[in-house]
């Protein structure tokens, strides 16, 4: 009997019943479709040997006019730059406490009580002691005068670190009389809280009930940042505005925008900054309004306030300078902004604004694009060459001066699987090497509570792949070499370089395939039986390497629609394979090809591979 070729349409579609998608793909993992075939996507390594502290969810990359290049990494302990491959801790210093902090150790414990009136700290904050004398025993002056993280907030007065070294009887002093302290700025969450119920208004507003969506400290810790010039600007979500200064060097920390010389009514909290590209403003989303000659200190959801021309430490508006605000007015809360082209997006939770330069004296103006099209997170659009795509609590949407919902054939897959009660974790991100933007999410079925499927989308070829990674924040290639991405893995923190090799850091990447719809023969009058399979498959292997390169192919089978598809045979297919011989009958078939979990570890290191067309034998074998 002749080959019949399989050559299948690019994209998965959950869209369609597996039946009505014949000639498609309806499942896969960690693939992508390019020049319309399917390939496994690039592995990754660690970008560094070195860590950093906490969950990152934000990451942004520059150089300096002296060509050195800079990563900021915001994450819910702190804030990092990296250079050299050394994560050098710059997160601000909220407050100070000189000769004021009393310990108190108990035998046969490493726990630090100490006592500081009205510290302000949260559990997970970091002090770092100086000026303390040994307590008497083995907990020595070395031991305490350094950075500790703080593990219990027994009071308003009171909290717990944990030190190196075990206490004795003798420990039974307090460290003495100049015992200094500098609190860095509160931590963040790793998850978020819902904003509803009480404390959502205002009868709840203070320390108790405060509204969670905009708390910096008592909610899922997000950062933006943004240069102005060769300085950064960063901005926990919720929280303060602050400055690293390039020409300072990576050992002197951020220092709080307002509190710096010069500064002019400059915003004490906010949801986001953006730094203004054609017009060097700096602009504060989610600022807290100006009252009575200063500013509040409460973040004004809807309140966009904008800084003096190259000036980011004036924003007290006077006609003699561009400062000012604007308010919006379609929805309750600003949800996040994006620059592109001649104009920075915002959106808030219901809607969608461009605010665009106009010069003096109104400086800014912003037009109302779109209602009902919000953003499900503040990290979840991304500015890609064809235009800006973003995500909402049910759709996908393009924007290039209109909004348009993509069509999507994995919509419901994605959106019904959606964890609403974590979806402030969504990012969305660009891998422009191969012309996709990747869409992150966290999964009810996972019931993790933490990011761990992605939705991938080629804006060339128009076709859609999903799979499953956890990855907090992604930055895709520009002034790096590799796309960057964060996770957590076995609690330990890793700053990975994506489409580096073929693997996941050196080791197997796990559970990589594709799978097709079903096939059938005359519409499923006749049953079909399956002889032989001759694979049409390239595999690229790494440089200087000479494995023997595989992969399984899998044909599933069953007789009905409303039957479970049964495995009927697993072949390993490899670079020398002619044919394998299949006995397999049944009404209906599909096709599964995944990486061969069972090669050698020395092999599955060295390659990825690409399916072309696949050619079956098969016949008709009857209607019984």
């Known amino acids: 009997m002749p080959l019949t070729k399989f050559q299948f349409k690019p994209g998965i579609n959950k869209e369609e019943t597996d039946y009505s998608n014949e000639g498609g793909w309806v499942d896969g993992n960690k693939i992508r479709f390019r020049k319309g075939r399917v390939e496994k996507i690039g592995g990754w390594v660690k970008a560094s040997s070195n860590t950093y502290i906490g969950s990152a969810r934000a990451l942004h990359s520059w150089i300096s006019l002296g060509s050195s290049r800079f990563l900021g990494l915001g994450t819910t302990n702190k804030y990092y730059i990296e250079s050299g491959g050394i994560f050098n801790d710059v997160t601000p210093i909220r407050a100070t406490t000189t000769n004021g902090i009393v310990f108190a150790a108990t035998n046969g414990s490493t726990s630090i009580t100490a006592t500081d009136s009205n510290h302000g700290a949260v559990v997970g ?68 809280v819902s904003s509803t119920g009480w404390g959502a208004n205002n009868w709840g507003a203070g320390t108790f009930g405060s509204s969670s969506a905009i708390s910096a400290s008592g909610q899922l810790r997000l950062w933006t940042h943004d240069n102005f010039g060769e300085d950064l600007i960063m901005n926990p979500r919720g929280g303060g505005i602050y400055r690293w200064k390039e020409n300072n060097g990576l050992t002197v920390r951020a220092l709080e925008l307002s509190a710096i010389s010069g500064a002019n009514l400059v915003p004490t909290v906010g949801l986001q900054v953006i730094t203004s590209e054609t017009d060097r403003h700096l602009i504060i989303l989610g600022a807290d309004a100006i009252e009575s000659g200063s500013r509040s200190g409460a973040v004004d959801p809807m309140l966009i306030a904008f800084s003096d021309q190259e000036n980011e430490l004036d924003f007290e508006p006077r006609s003699t300078n561009t400062a000012g605000s604007l308010r919006l007015s379609s929805g309750s809360l600003i949800i996040g902004g994006l620059k592109s082209r001649q104009e920075v997006l915002i959106w808030t939770d219901t809607s969608l604004y461009s605010m665009t330069f106009i010069g003096p004296p109104l400086t800014f103006a912003v037009n109302l694009i779109n209602e009902g099209a919000g953003l499900i997170a503040p990290k979840a659009a991304v500015n890609a060459p064809a235009g800006i795509y973003f995500m909402s609590k049910n759709s996908f949407y393009f924007y290039n001066g209109t909004v348009q919902k993509l069509p999507c054939t994995v919509q419901d897959y994605v959106f019904s699987d959606l964890d609403l009660g974590q979806s402030f974790k969504c990012h969305v991100n660009l891998n422009s090497a191969f012309s996709e933007v990747w869409f992150f999410y966290p999964s009810k079925e996972d019931n993790t509570g933490e990011i761990s499927r992605y939705v991938i989308y080629n804006y060339e070829e128009n076709s859609w792949s999903i799979g499953s990674l956890i990855r907090y924040a992604w930055l895709d ?3 790096e070499d590799k796309p960057l991405a964060t996770t957590t893995i076995s609690g330990v923190t890793y ?89 397999s ?31 079956l034998d098969v016949i008709s074998s009857g209607r019984r």
């Open 125 to 192: 904050d970091f002090v770092t002691i100086s000026g303390s004398a040994t307590l008497g025993g083995l907990i020595t002056a070395a031991v305490l005068n350094q950075e500790h993280q703080i593990v219990g907030v027994p009071s308003v007065n009171t909290y717990i670190f944990i030190v190196s070294a075990t206490a004795n009887s003798s420990d039974s002093g307090n460290g003495g009389s100049g015992v200094d302290g500098a609190y860095q700025i509160n931590s963040g969450l790793d998850e978020y």
């Open 477 to 479: 290639t520009g002034i």
């Open 495 to 583: 700053l990975y370089s994506h489409e580096t090799g073929f693997n996941d850091d050196l080791a197997s990447m796990d559970n990589v395939f594709v799978e097709s719809a079903d096939l059938d023969v005359g519409d499923g009058n006749d049953f079909t039986f399956v002889k032989k399979v001759i694979p049409d498959i390239k595999f690229i292997l790494k440089a200087g390497t000479d494995p023997t390169p595989a992969i399984n192919f899998v044909l599933k089978t069953r007789d009905f629609n409303g039957n479970s598809l049964s495995t009927s045979s697993t072949t390993q297919v490899t670079s020398t394979s002619t044919f394998a011989s299949l006995r």
């Open 585 to 615: 009958r049944s009404r209906q078939i599909a096709l599964r090809f995944e990486s061969d979990d069972d090669n050698t570890e020395a092999n599955r290191k060295n390659y990825k591979w690409r399916l072309g067309a696949t050619r």
